[in-house]
T-cell receptor, first 116, second 115 residues
């Protein structure tokens, strides 16, 4: 069975600084997808970034980038130039790539606080 | 800007009452998911549908929960009878067909409080 582990329950970062959130996962699959979702105090779950396991290039979305290490089964999220609006819970999620399988497995989340 | 919508946003009810939560997936999306979020359990997948057919509802307590998709624009999650332990935020998410079928887009959630 697949598992997703986020070992940092809480983190804080100064505004404009860079922070990295860690995520590790366990799977025997070769084809899968990884995601980072953000949940601000409004509770809305917002997709931050998506990575396909067969792509070696790390995904990037503006200030958000990932460090995807397939062999190590690691998928960390780097937030550059942190902004107050980045304060939120961040969830890492895994999905198998098998056809017809759409189930996400979520980590327990990391609460990030950006300090002014 | 297409979004998943959920109603109601907040619901307070008494134990034993029936609760119905509604979700309108993004137009054209063919997968719909129901999640429950609590502090203790985190995000749990309750059920999901593809092309309106239930694919997996193994995460859902069968005796009191039911999920349906009467049509492509409406998904419902019903709890009858409700219990205090059902208090949680319930999210609906939908996923598109095509190249990014793996991506799920979440609604704003329904915060349910059962007294």
């Amino acid at each position: 069975a697949q598992t997703v582990t986020q070992s940092q329950p809480e983190m804080s970062v100064q505004e404009a600084e860079t922070v990295t959130l860690s995520c590790t996962y366990d799977t025997s699959e070769n084809n899968y997808y990884l995601f980072w979702y953000k949940q601000p105090p409004s509770r809305q779950m917002i997709l931050v970034i998506r990575q396909e396991a067969y792509k070696q290039q790390n995904a990037t979305e503006n200030r958000f980038s990932v460090n995807f290490q397939k062999a190590a089964k690691s998928f960390s999220l780097k937030i550059s130039d942190s902004q107050l609006g980045d304060t939120a819970m961040y969830f890492c999620a895994f999905m198998r790539g098998a056809s017809g399988t759409y189930k996400y497995i979520f980590g327990t989340g990391t609460r990030l606080k950006v300090l002014a | 800007d297409a979004r998943v919508t959920q109603t109601p946003r907040h619901k307070v009810t008494e134990m034993g009452q029936e609760v119905t939560m509604r979700c309108q997936p993004i137009l054209g999306h063919n997968t719909v998911f129901w999640y429950r979020q609590t502090m203790m359990q985190g995000l749990e997948l309750l059920a999901y549908f593809r092309n309106r057919a239930p694919l997996d509802d193994s995460g859902m307590p069968k005796d009191r929960f039911s999920a349906e998709m009467p049509d492509a624009t409406l998904a419902t999650l019903k709890i009858q009878p409700s219990e205090p332990r059902d208090s949680a935020v319930y999210f609906c998410a939908s996923g598109p067909q095509g190249l990014d079928t793996d991506t799920q887009y979440f609604g704003p959630g329904t915060r349910l409080t059962v007294l």
